[in-house]
């Protein structure tokens, strides 16, 4: 039998609508560095693409990062020592163009989607022949480039021709706001016309501007400096408010300015960490630094550069440490796990299933029999000890039924009483190895296993019927007439009124393609499709009509090729629970979700059950990582 190391994660989701403040408390704070895959610990800028990969922009290259592995990217060309001396690479990420990639020497690439490899497009040096040093890259909503460098702001036009537009300025960094461009400069905030770039004003003289970022809801322009801390533009009125407490720190360089949500903007200061600020009090917050007396804390102070990624996570890159993920925890977490001496603890923590009885007792099967926990009260009791329990199933009046690797099938009350024990040796099963046990629409009960064949007792009747299907992982009820077996060799459909039976997915189908056939977890689909959950071939979309398929592997973002447990959200999403953490696809889209620190170093993570109990107003959703 394969063991599953498990830990038990119980996710409250309440949903509040009110204005939350923003605290380290919010964020479990992962790192990745050289142990991860990454090319430097040196990182200047951060984004996340139309697939939800993050981009890290490093001092030696370009890594791409899916939330488990690191590929890395050099960017082709011939460099002088003199380039590679204090270089710097940056990132852009626009939804029409696509990925860009830039260095300090005015070299421009973009990425391609189809080579996977990032091709030079542009170098600015060459272009206006002479040295350069290029800081900001910026396309405006028409597709026109432009380049903000130590010489000034160029402008790329429609004939390709590259044309200064600001001349003699020292330019940090570029923000759109409407028709205007704001140009962040080492002598102040220079305001331009997209239309007409030859008309311009001067803000803020004598101002070493290094960050710019407009909020453009609030039609405010956030100014980042060095050595003059950070202050606020309406961009009516030109009056400039400076923010009141900033303290000491806020005279460090302020590197990066950041959108959060609607209340919140974050700051990064090199030197200082990584600062929340309320929009509307214009008070700052320590979010995270070096400090280390909580979980949540950075490697590194020289914050270059922080961002916040489609699920809310925020990813915060600084010159010695690499980047440091701040995953958000939505939902308050409490682990539930075995706790030596503790009788009011799991009994194990390998856990194979979990099922919530009527009365909102929740039911842990375990490799050393059935843990019961009273929700209400929050004490345990254990039944079937040392027994090795595989699958539950709770019947219409409150009874569970067990399916043990070795010992059969038991039938317990609500409290955990033995009503009855199935057994291979009294001729009522096939096998002792129970996978899986299910009741389908009309109370039926469906049982396979490791060896032996499919078996159903009729409710009514209580007789037996076996079916000629073997090496059962799981069934899943489709109507009142059918169930999906899921085995090692694909899925059956099996109709128990007619006998018929149909193969799918299976290896003789999948002869000439690279799929697994090893089939643990099933989904069925209204447009008669399913999802497959295989073991070492990731995830399967199956169409029965057509009997083709489309694969989601580690490639397309998924933390393991182990699929081990699907479900369905109200909001039609896909919960993806794997061998290295949990994933979800949205309209095909896959994102890693591996929110909860250490859980996804798991050796395996069999189930994901969503137990859907309302308790006021909350979901409460029971998830085994």
């Given at each position: 039998m394969v063991r599953f190391n498990l830990v038990i994660?119980?996710?409250?989701?309440?949903?509040?609508?009110?204005?939350?403040?923003?605290?380290?408390?919010?964020?479990?704070?992962?790192?990745?560095?050289?142990?991860?895959?990454?090319?430097?610990?040196?990182?200047?800028?951060?984004?996340?693409?139309?697939?939800?990969?993050?981009?890290?922009?490093?001092?030696?290259?370009?890594?791409?990062?899916?939330?488990?592995?690191?590929?890395?990217?050099?960017?082709?060309?011939?460099?002088?020592?003199?380039?590679?001396?204090?270089?710097?690479?940056?990132?852009?990420?626009?939804?029409?163009?696509?990925?860009?990639?830039?260095?300090?020497?005015?070299?421009?690439?973009?990425?391609?989607?189809?080579?996977?490899?990032?091709?030079?497009?542009?170098?600015?040096?060459?272009?206006?022949?002479?040295?350069?040093?290029?800081?900001?890259?910026?396309?405006?909503?028409?597709?026109?480039?432009?380049?903000?460098?130590?010489?000034?702001?160029?402008?790329?036009?429609?004939?390709?021709?590259?044309?200064?537009?600001l001349k003699g300025q020292y330019v940090n960094d570029i923000a759109f706001a409407g028709e205007s461009l704001f140009v962040g400069t080492s002598n102040g905030v220079w305001q331009l016309s997209h239309t007409l770039p030859d008309k311009k004003?001067?803000?803020?003289?004598?101002?070493?501007?290094?960050?710019?970022?407009?909020?453009?809801?609030?039609?405010?322009?956030?100014?980042?400096?060095?050595?003059?801390?950070?202050?606020?533009?309406?961009?009516?009125?030109?009056?400039?408010?400076?923010?009141?407490?900033?303290?000491?720190?806020?005279?460090?360089?302020?590197?990066?300015?950041?959108?959060?949500d609607v209340h919140t903007i974050l700051i990064g200061v090199d030197g200082g960490g990584v600062y929340a600020i309320d929009k509307d009090t214009k008070k700052a917050r320590l979010l995270m630094n070096t400090k280390d007396d909580t979980d949540t804390y950075l490697r590194g102070n020289g914050i270059y550069a922080v961002t916040r990624d489609d699920q809310g996570n925020i990813w915060i890159g600084s010159y010695t440490g690499g980047v440091s993920v701040a995953i958000l925890l939505k939902h308050p977490i409490s682990i539930l796990a075995h706790e030596k001496g503790n009788t009011h603890s799991l009994i194990?923590?390998?856990?194979?299933?979990?099922?919530?009885?009527?009365?909102?007792?929740?039911?842990?099967?375990?490799?050393?029999?059935?843990?019961?926990?009273?929700?209400?009260?929050?004490?345990?009791?254990?039944?079937?000890?040392?027994?090795?329990?595989?699958?539950?199933?709770?019947?219409?009046?409150?009874?569970?039924?067990?399916?043990?690797?070795g010992d059969g099938v038991y039938l317990l009350d609500n409290n955990g009483r033995?009503?009855?024990?199935?057994?291979?040796?009294?001729?009522?099963?096939?096998?002792?190895?129970?996978?899986?046990?299910?009741?389908?629409?009309?109370?039926?009960?469906?049982?396979?296993?490791?060896?032996?064949?499919?078996?159903?007792?009729?409710?009514?009747?209580?007789?037996?019927?076996?079916?000629?299907?073997?090496?059962?992982?799981?069934?899943?009820?489709?109507?009142?007439?059918?169930?999906?077996?899921?085995?090692?060799?694909?899925f059956f459909l099996v109709d128990k009124h007619t006998g018929n039976i149909q193969h799918y997915a299976n290896s003789q189908e999948f002869h000439n393609q690279n799929v697994s056939a090893y089939i643990i977890s099933m989904l069925f689909n209204d447009d008669g499709t399913v999802w497959l959950g295989t073991e070492g071939g990731g995830l399967n979309l199956y169409d029965m009509k057509n009997r083709t398929v489309k694969t989601f592997t580690v490639q397309e973002g998924l933390p393991s090729n182990d699929i081990y447990s699907l479900q369905r959200d109200d909001k039609k999403r896909l919960w993806v629970s794997t061998g290295k953490g949990i994933a979800l696809i949205d309209s095909l889209r896959v994102s890693n979700l591996n929110y909860a620190g250490n859980i996804d170093n798991t050796t395996r993570l069999p189930f994901l059950l969503n137990l859907s109990t309302i308790v006021s107003s909350a979901i409460l959703s029971i998830s085994i990582f």
């Open positions: 994660t119980l996710l409250l989701m309440i949903s509040i609508a009110v204005k939350a403040e923003l605290t380290n408390r919010m964020f479990d704070v992962r790192h990745v560095g050289y142990a991860e895959g990454l090319s430097s610990q040196r990182v200047f800028s951060i984004v996340e693409d139309g697939d939800g990969a993050m981009w890290i922009a490093t001092k030696t290259g370009i890594d791409r990062y899916n939330g488990h592995t690191v590929k890395n990217y050099d960017l082709p060309g011939s460099f002088y020592y003199g380039d590679l001396a204090g270089r710097r690479l940056y990132l852009l990420y626009d939804a029409q163009q696509g990925l860009f990639a830039y260095d300090h020497t005015g070299r421009i690439y973009r990425y391609s989607t189809i080579l996977d490899h990032f091709e030079q497009v542009l170098h600015l040096g060459q272009l206006i022949q002479e040295e350069v040093i290029l800081n900001k890259l910026c396309l405006d909503s028409d597709g026109t480039w432009w380049m903000g460098a130590d010489k000034g702001l160029y402008k790329q036009e429609a004939d390709h021709r590259i044309v200064a537009v004003r001067q803000l803020l003289e004598g101002w070493n501007v290094q960050t710019l970022f407009c909020d453009k809801p609030k039609k405010e322009l956030w100014i980042g400096t060095f050595g003059s801390g950070l202050s606020v533009m309406n961009l009516d009125t030109s009056k400039v408010l400076a923010l009141e407490g900033q303290g000491s720190t806020f005279l460090h360089p302020i590197r990066a300015i950041t959108d959060y194990s923590n390998n856990v194979n299933d979990i099922e919530e009885n009527p009365d909102g007792n929740q039911w842990f099967a375990t490799d050393d029999g059935i843990s019961i926990r009273n929700t209400l009260s929050g004490t345990w009791k254990h039944v079937l000890k040392e027994i090795v329990t595989i699958s539950l199933c709770t019947s219409g009046n409150g009874n569970v039924w067990v399916g043990t690797y033995v009503l009855r024990h199935l057994t291979k040796q009294q001729g009522q099963l096939t096998t002792n190895y129970i996978f899986s046990v299910r009741q389908d629409m009309e109370g039926d009960l469906w049982i396979g296993g490791l060896d032996g064949c499919l078996i159903m007792f009729e409710k009514e009747k209580g007789s037996r019927r076996s079916f000629d299907v073997n090496w059962v992982q799981s069934i899943e009820p489709i109507d009142r007439n059918r169930v999906a077996v899921a085995t090692v060799n694909g």
